[in-house]
């Protein structure tokens, strides 16, 4: 069903045979970000808001997922009911399907759950079956090896051998029962393979989405691995079920990837660059990231200093011909990042203005506080040049005192592709 606007609504009979908790997934597609939507239940809201993402074109589907809805026995009236539209497309999304599934608990793998910090053999998905262990589109293992489930395993030429999940579609996914020894932050890295550009998974826990989504690159063929990591996951302490799944297929390969293992590591603490803290209000150079490496202190998706300047690590530093001299971040794209630790003097309201150069419009980005977005999504104009400068503004931003860590996230590229140059970020008030 598609041209699908906000109050709009769609009802259905519906009987469900037995009380209980349930997995709900709709599968959506839209062409940009799209609006969110809800689904009632004899006129109770059962789902609360669910937003559809922007799954590259509106033939694109994916599947968003409300988990642990407990519902009643008997038949019962559902209404699917379109809330708001989406800020790019004008319309909520196209809808194909809502599938209901019973939430049944699977038992760890060998009957012992996966101690973390550690690592997470794909193949070793819990015990329980199809619909509660694991979700597989293709009948039988296709692969011929470890296990006599439909999930398809064959052996890895990976280092350490083993084996791994291969003929990976969307919508299919992989139950594991783990224990996490201490809450703290993590990074997570998956092992993967493609022969081309991949497809997008996400990793939940508990039922929440801790690493969104996550591409899987095109590593050179099906048994060439390459680690995909989300750095800086907050984990709680204790038993959990960790779900991976795969929300898109790539155009190319029609799959989404191979997957080896995930890797959970304690994330050490990055040090400030020059060894203080940044004071603010004040000036952050964008190039005086802190020291760590990457996936603690950045993340850059392409290896080396494409700039070649100032400092040797993989983040792009060229020199600035911007006022003042010095030097910017550039070469800057969707997914990286970089950390700055910071102290606040005082606690107070102000304005963070982020001084950024780019030839085209439609990138974005935000600044997080502690991993809390503090600005939201900031748009890059075009400023006429990759060293032509202009300062993009936040006012009214709520900080308190202390010192901080602070992170520049880029969100999106625009028609340049690539987000923008960065000189830095200044705190001016308090206000």
Not at 4 to 24: H, P, R
Not at 66 to 95: E, F, H, I, P, Y
Not at 253 to 282: D, E, K, W
């Amino acid at each position: 069903m598609g041209w699908v606007a906000a109050s709009e609504w769609l009802k259905y009979t519906v009987n469900v045979s037995a009380a209980g908790a349930y997995d709900i997934e709709v599968r959506v597609a839209s062409a940009g970000t799209g609006g969110t939507f809800h689904i009632e239940a004899n006129g109770t809201n059962i789902t609360g808001p669910l937003t559809v993402p922007n799954t590259g074109g509106w033939q694109t589907w994916t599947t968003v997922r409300k988990t642990a809805v407990s519902l009643n026995a008997g038949q019962q009236v559902w209404r699917l009911v379109m809330d708001t539209n989406g800020a790019t497309t004008g319309a909520v999304g196209n809808l194909n399907y809502i599938r209901v599934t019973l939430r049944t608990g699977g038992t760890p793998y060998g009957g012992t759950a996966v101690a973390l910090p550690g690592t997470i053999q794909a193949e070793n998905f819990d015990e329980g079956g199809a619909g509660s262990a694991y979700v597989d589109t293709t009948p039988g293992n296709y692969g011929g090896e470890y296990r006599g489930t439909d999930v398809d395993i064959e052996s890895s030429a990976d280092s350490g051998g083993g084996h791994d999940v291969g003929w990976v579609s969307a919508t299919e996914r992989l139950n594991y029962s783990v224990n996490v020894s201490t809450a703290g932050t993590y990074d997570i890295d998956v092992r993967v393979a493609s022969a081309g550009v991949g497809g997008t998974f996400h990793i939940e826990v508990n039922g929440v989405d801790k690493t969104g989504r996550l591409t899987v690159p095109n590593t050179g063929g099906w048994q060439t691995w390459a680690t995909v990591r989300k750095s800086a996951v907050s984990l709680s302490a204790g038993p959990q079920v960790w779900r991976l799944v795969m929300d898109t297929n790539s155009s190319t390969t029609t799959a989404v990837g191979n997957f080896n293992y995930i890797r959970v590591t304690a994330q050490a603490a990055s040090a400030p660059f020059g060894g203080a803290s940044v004071a603010l209000p004040g000036v952050i150079q964008s190039e005086n990231f802190d020291d760590g490496g990457a996936g603690r202190a950045y993340v850059d998706a392409s290896p080396g200093n494409a700039g070649g300047q100032y400092r040797t690590t993989d983040v792009d530093i060229e020199r600035t011909s911007d006022t003042g001299g010095g030097y910017n971040v550039g070469w800057v794209s969707a997914g990286e990042w970089l950390k700055y630790t910071v102290n606040v003097t005082s606690a107070g309201t102000y304005n963070i203005n982020v001084r950024v150069a780019s030839p085209s419009a439609g990138a974005a980005f935000h600044i997080e506080v502690n991993g809390v977005d503090k600005t939201g999504r900031l748009t890059v104009p075009n400023t006429g040049g990759w060293q032509t400068w202009t300062t993009v503004q936040k006012a009214g931003v709520s900080l308190s005192a202390g010192p901080q860590t602070w992170r520049l996230v880029m969100d999106a590229n625009g028609s340049s592709g690539g987000v923008a140059n960065f000189n830095y970020i200044s705190l001016t008030g308090p206000n």
